[in-house]
């Protein structure tokens, strides 16, 4: 398969995040293209907002690549894995590549929403004035509250619409075992 047919999910990892639910997530795209090779060929890309050794909840660092503007124009789908909370560093390149991956993935899965907050405005910016020059948008860091979002759902919901009922149902028991 080609680089053009490639599904790409983007897996946005914020500091707390689920090593469980992250592992759990993995299984079920390896799972996906093992069990349909032909028709599934899911690459999934790690990322956060700078990239780097992000710490999960239980203290295990994963090293994840900067969130970059392919991952926003090639994104299948989004999925943002977090704790109860996340702290985000706002700045105009997050908020396009969020934007972006607003306009192009099918599935965003994301408690916290930000792809949608990227396409509002940006959120607690501040004007900073400082003497003999303009005012200037400066980077706001924003933490956000997390709800609930069951990831592993919203992946076979993805494969039902992608691969097919009997596909999602294969993956789901073998997830199962």
Known sequence: MNAADQRWVVIYLSTGFSLAQAARLAEAFNLANRLHAFS???????????????????????????LGDEHGRRALAFFHLHGDRAAVNWNAALQRRLTDIRRHARWIVDAMDLPALAATQQPSAAIHVSPG??????????ELQAGETDVFAAALDMFRADLGDSAAQEIASNMMR
């Open 133 to 142: 020059k303009a005012g200037r948008r400066a980077d706001a860091t924003v």
């Open 40 to 66: 599934a060929d899911y690459q999934l890309k790690y990322v956060s907002e700078s990239g780097g050794l992000l710490q999960s909840s239980s203290g295990v660092s994963i090293a994840a690549d900067p």
